[in-house]
């Protein structure tokens, strides 16, 4: 959870800030997903890289559309665990020479959680900060 915290103050939260002050929202959308997959191109290659800026671009759009990176610290937490706990499994599976989820149950209820949050902060989120807002702007 504290990977998730630390890099989405980073990656979504300062440079975003920054890229969307500077060029827009297109450019912090676009330059924070292939900031965070250069960033990951050490530790996980290329093919890692790749995904995780895939990864990172849904992040990003879902930043903007939330308008913050408090729940996204929620989810990226999340799917860390998921990650780390996949390969736990694989590696398992791997030493046995089975190549299968050793865990399929946790990692369904990883997808559902990650899933709901993720559709929450797209579509549920800015309806109730838009009537939070208007609420106030009424009183």
């Not at 309806?127 to 208007?134: D, E, F, G, Q």
């Amino acid at each position: 959870g504290l990977v998730g915290l630390i890099e989405e103050l980073l990656f979504r939260g300062l440079l975003y800030r920054a890229l969307d002050d500077l060029r827009g929202t297109r450019l912090a959308i676009w330059g924070t997903a292939i900031a965070f997959g250069v960033y990951h191109v050490g530790g996980q290659g290329i093919i890692g890289g790749f995904g995780t800026a895939l990864i990172s671009l849904i992040f990003a759009l879902v930043r903007w559309r939330a308008g913050g990176i408090v729940g996204l610290i929620f989810v990226h937490g999340l799917y860390d665990i998921l990650a780390v706990e996949g390969w736990h499994n694989l590696e398992i599976a791997q030493a046995v020479d089975r190549l299968q989820m050793i865990n399929r149950p946790l990692a369904l209820a990883c997808d559902l959680i990650l899933a709901s949050v993720i559709l929450y902060l797209w579509k549920i989120h800015p309806i109730i900060t838009n009537r939070w807002n208007k609420a106030g702007a009424n009183d």
